[in-house]
C-alpha cells in the first residue's frame, strides 16, 4: 500500500465546529509524524438541497503516502509550512501504519468533532483505493444512502468509523470519489485562534474589494450592490475567511493582501465549488425533488411577489408539461431581472428543487428569446369611416360600430425590454458554494 484516501465528513454542528478544520489538524498531525500529503487536499461540495444537511454540505478527503516529484506550499499551521507532492515515491508503503494513521485520526476526532449536536453524524474513512466517480456524481446530483456506502467501503477492503447514525460517511467516501481533472478551483482558508472562536470577526472590507479587483482568477470575494464581504462566513465557526478562485498562486498572493485580525494558520484546499456539478439537464416531466437542474421553457404565467418579497413564475415546454420557478427574497436585485420577463419568453432556469409543489429556487438563467413588447396608444380607426373602432373585450380585438370592419389590434407601439439574450445571475451574496459563477464561463 503506497498510498492512501482519508475521507472525513459531518463533524460539524450549526454552533460552530468545522470539517474543513478538523481536516486541517489532522493533516498536521500526520505531517509531524512524517506523512505527506499528496496533491492537494480537497474540499468537496455534496447536494445542497438535502434537508439533512448541517451547512454548506462540505466533506474532506486527502492523500497520502512518501512524497516525490514537485514540492507546493499550500498553507502554514502552527508556524511550519505544509507542502503537497506531485507524486508519490517508489519506496512508500504505509502498509503497517495504518493502525496509526487511526489513532491521530481518533484523537483529533474526540478533541474537536461536535459529536454531542443532535444534526451532527460525523464519520472518516480510510480507502486504499477511490471508489468510482459515479459515487461522486450521485452525492452531489442525487441521495446517496449509508447501506450502498458501507457496500462500496467493504468492495473496496477500507476502514471506517462513525458516530451515531454515521451519515457523515456517506460525504467522506463521495468525497474521496471526485475526480480533480474534470473542473475544479481552489479556496484558501484561514482560521483563527481559539480563544477568538464565536467573537466577531475583524477582516478589512476595503482589502477584500481590493484583492477583488486585482486578482481576476478569484470568485465570490464582495458584494458590491449588497456591501457584503462573502469571504468572511457568518456561522461561529473557526474559519476566518476563504477566498475562492481558479488559480492556488492568485489565493497565496491574495491572502498576503488581506488585512485582517490575525490568522492562526491557513490551508489552500482544491474543491468542486463553482463548477455546477450538481447541475443536470432535464425536460420538466423528469425533475425530481432534491436535485439541481437546468430546464428550458417557456413563461406561461407573468413573474408575480407574493408575501416575503418572494418573486415567481411558471414555465411550459411543448409537451405542456409545467414548473414553478422562484427567485427568493435574499437573491434581492436578481428579483428586479425576474421581473421583466413576459409570457412568450423563453428561458432555461438553472437552480435547485427544495419543495413540493416542485418548485426551482433559480441560481442563474439563460435568456434565450424574448417576445415583442407593446404599449397601446389608441383604439384603431377604421380606414373606411375614419373613426374609431370599439373594442370586443380583453384579448377579441375591435370592431367599427358603422361598417362592422374588424382589427385584430389596437394602434400600438413596441417598448423597450429592460432584458437581453443570455445569462443572469443572482448576486454573490446569494451564491451557493457549487454554483459556476458567469465569470468562470469563459
Ligand atoms: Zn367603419
Not at 512524497?67 to 502554514?76: H, P, Q, R, V
Not at 496509526?100 to 476526532?109: A, N, P, S, Y
Not at 464519520?123 to 446530483?141: A, E, T
Request: glycine residues 6%; proline residues 3%; charged residues 30%.
Amino acid at each position: 500500500m503506497k498510498k492512501i484516501w482519508i475521507g472525513i465528513d459531518d463533524t460539524d454542528s450549526r454552533n460552530g465546529g468545522c470539517t474543513t478544520h478538523i481536516a486541517k489538524t489532522i493533516i498536521k498531525f500526520l505531517i509531524d509524524d512524517g506523512f505527506d500529503l499528496i496533491g492537494y487536499p480537497r474540499l468537496v461540495r455534496l447536494n445542497p438541497n438535502i434537508p439533512w444537511k448541517t451547512r454548506g454540505n462540505g466533506a474532506i478527503s486527502f492523500r497520502i503516502g512518501l512524497g516525490a516529484g514537485y514540492k507546493n506550499k499550500i498553507g502554514e499551521i502552527d508556524k511550519s509550512e505544509i507542502f503537497c507532492f506531485s507524486r508519490v515515491k517508489k519506496s512508500s508503503d504505509l502498509t503497517k501504519q495504518v493502525d496509526r494513521i487511526k489513532e491521530i485520526i481518533l484523537d483529533v476526532f474526540k478533541d474537536y468533532a461536535h459529536v454531542r449536536d443532535i444534526n451532527t453524524n460525523p464519520g472518516f474513512v480510510i480507502l486504499k483505493d477511490k471508489p468510482s466517480f459515479d459515487v461522486y456524481k450521485k452525492g452531489v446530483r442525487d441521495i446517496l444512502y449509508l447501506n450502498e456506502i458501507k457496500d462500496i467501503i467493504k468492495s473496496l477492503k477500507g476502514f471506517y468509523k462513525g458516530y451515531k447514525n454515521s451519515r457523515g460517511l456517506i460525504g467522506a467516501v463521495a468525497s474521496v470519489a471526485w475526480m480533480t481533472s474534470k473542473d475544479s478551483t481552489f479556496e484558501l482558508i484561514t482560521y483563527r485562534s481559539e480563544e477568538k472562536w464565536g467573537t466577531k470577526r475583524l477582516v478589512e472590507d476595503e482589502s477584500v474589494k481590493n484583492i477583488d479587483r486585482l486578482y481576476r482568477s478569484t470568485f465570490d470575494n464582495y458584494d458590491y450592490k449588497n456591501k457584503h464581504n462573502r469571504i468572511v462566513p457568518n456561522s461561529p465557526c473557526p474559519i476566518l475567511y476563504g477566498i475562492r478562485g481558479d488559480d492556488a498562486k492568485d489565493l497565496i498572493e491574495s491572502y498576503s493582501l488581506i488585512k485582517s485580525e490575525k490568522v492562526d494558520s491557513w490551508i489552500i484546499f482544491q474543491t468542486n465549488q463553482g463548477t455546477d456539478d450538481h447541475i443536470q439537464s432535464k425536460v420538466i416531466s423528469q425533475i425530481k425533488i432534491f436535485q439541481s437542474v437546468k430546464v428550458k421553457g417557456r413563461v406561461i404565467v407573468k413573474p408575480h411577489t407574493i408575501i416575503g418579497g418572494h418573486v415567481l413564475f411558471t414555465i411550459s415546454n411543448d409537451l405542456d408539461e409545467k414548473i414553478d420557478c422562484a427567485s427568493y427574497e435574499p437573491t434581492k436585485q436578481f428579483r428586479n431581472i425576474i421581473r421583466e420577463l413576459l409570457i412568450g419568453d423563453v428561458v432555461e432556469v438553472y437552480g435547485g428543487v427544495r419543495k413540493k409543489p416542485l418548485t426551482i429556487n433559480i441560481e442563474k438563467i439563460e435568456i434565450k428569446k424574448l417576445v415583442d413588447d407593446f404599449i397601446k396608444i389608441q383604439n384603431p380607426i377604421c380606414t373606411n369611416c375614419k373613426k374609431h373602432m370599439k373594442s370586443r373585450g380583453k384579448n377579441q380585438g375591435y370592431k367599427c360600430l358603422k361598417c362592422k370592419t374588424k382589427e385584430e389590434f389596437a394602434e400600438r407601439r413596441k417598448k423597450n425590454r429592460h432584458l437581453n439574450h443570455g445569462f443572469y445571475e443572482v448576486p454573490v451574496c446569494a451564491r451557493r458554494h457549487l454554483s459556476k459563477p458567469l465569470k468562470r464561463y469563459k
